[in-house]
Structure formats: C-alpha cells, structure tokens
T-cell receptor, first 114, second 114 residues
C-alpha cells in the first residue's frame, strides 16, 4: 500500500518567519513529487514540483528532496497571512509513473500569525 | 481559457438516489481522474482513465461508476451502493505524453446526502 505521511498540524508560524513542512513516502520507486496548496473549501493548486535530489527554489518557496531517506520538504520564506492553508504532499507511484494518478498525504494545516 | 469544469458545485441527494457529477476539460489532456476528499483527509483516488473508452479502478471505487466516451468528458456516478457519499469530489487531468504526474484540478463538487 502506497503511503504518504504528513504531520496534520496545525503548524503555527509568525508572519515573516520560515515555515517548514515535511513529508515522507513509502514507495521507494517514486519519481515525481508535488506540493499543492488548498484553501478551505477550494480545490488544490500546484505550488512546487521536484524530480531530483536536492533543492528547487521558486520565489519564496523551496522544495527539498532526499530519495534515499524518502523525504520531501517545503520551505516558505517570509511567511504571509495569505500562506495560511493546507499543504498537500503528493507523489507518483513506481508502477504507473504518474499515469495512474498521485498518492496524497492528508495535508498539513499551516497558520501564519500576523 | 483552458481548464477543467465541474458541475454542479453543490448537490444534495436523498439516500438511495444515484447522482452524476460532470467533468469537462479543454486542456487536450488524455488522462482524467476522480478523487474524493473527506474533512481533514487527503485525496483518495476513485477512478482514472488514460484513454477514451477505457478506465481503471482506484483505491476506493466501490459504489461509483464512470464512463469515458469522449476525450473531454469523464462523468462520475455516485450510486446508492456508496455507503458514505457525502464528500468533496475533485476531477483532475494530466498529459500522457511526457507525463510527470502533475495534476490539474477542477473546482470540485460538494455532495451532501440528506
């Protein structure tokens, strides 16, 4: 059974600080990794994707991947109140390579305190 | 603008009734997916289709049915056999060629059983 684990939170971070979100996955053959942001009552929107070990930066967001440890993280610098949302970690399966959909974690609820 | 359109956004159903949720995309994507989300939970895969006239069961297919008669359309029927149908239903699509696994989501349909 493919599993993606996240701390459900809530994770409370002061405005302007760095928010750090973590995710582990069980399928060692997973190749693609995604972070989606979901506001309450809305659908998920993609904010970061990462495919190789190391860091990938996009604006205030940095995704980190360590395939040996089966660990993915998302850092949000200079956190803003608008970053308050649930962040979903998602991975592809080794069997389907993405064509059979993504496996999602339950999400981490992030609260940015003004 | 290209995107995924789900309808209706909100739907109420009496127990014992079948309901059909619509999903239409104009992204020219080959693959389409249905996910279910319960409060405080991640997304769970119901069905997916990689090509017209073909579809596969996901992790929680019992009580649901789908069809894929056109590339653009992937309707989901929630049957009376589904024991706990109240949930947020999300339709998604992705490319097959050069597929990294990235999913594009519609705005969702919220089904409530009275």
């Amino acid at each position: 059974q493919k599993e993606v684990e996240q701390n459900s939170g809530p994770l409370s971070v002061p405005e302007g600080a760095i928010a750090s979100l973590n995710c582990t996955y069980s399928d060692r053959g997973s190749q693609s990794f995604f972070w989606y942001r979901q506001y309450s009552g809305k659908s998920p929107e993609l904010i970061m994707s990462i495919y190789s070990n190391g860091d990938k930066e996009d604006g205030r967001f940095t995704a980190q991947l360590n395939k040996a440890s089966q660990y993915v993280s998302l850092l949000i610098r200079d956190s803003q109140p608008s970053d308050s949302a649930t962040y979903l970690c998602a991975v592809t399966s080794s069997a389907g390579g993405g064509a059979d959909g993504l496996t999602f974690g339950k999400g981490t609820h992030l609260i940015i305190q003004p | 603008d290209g995107g995924i359109t789900q309808s209706p956004k909100y739907l109420f159903r009496k127990e014992g009734q079948n309901v059909t949720l619509s999903c239409e995309q104009n992204l020219n994507h080959d693959a389409m997916y249905w996910y279910r989300q319960d409060p405080g939970q991640g997304l769970r895969l119901i069905y997916y289709s990689q090509i017209v006239n073909d579809f596969q069961k996901g992790d929680i297919a019992e009580g649901y049915s789908v069809s894929r008669e056109k590339k653009e359309s992937f309707p989901l029927t929630v049957t009376s056999a589904q024991k706990n149908p109240t949930a947020f239903y999300l339709c998604a699509s992705s490319r097959m060629q050069g597929n990294t696994g990235e999913l594009f989501f519609g705005e969702g349909s919220r089904l409530t059983v009275l």
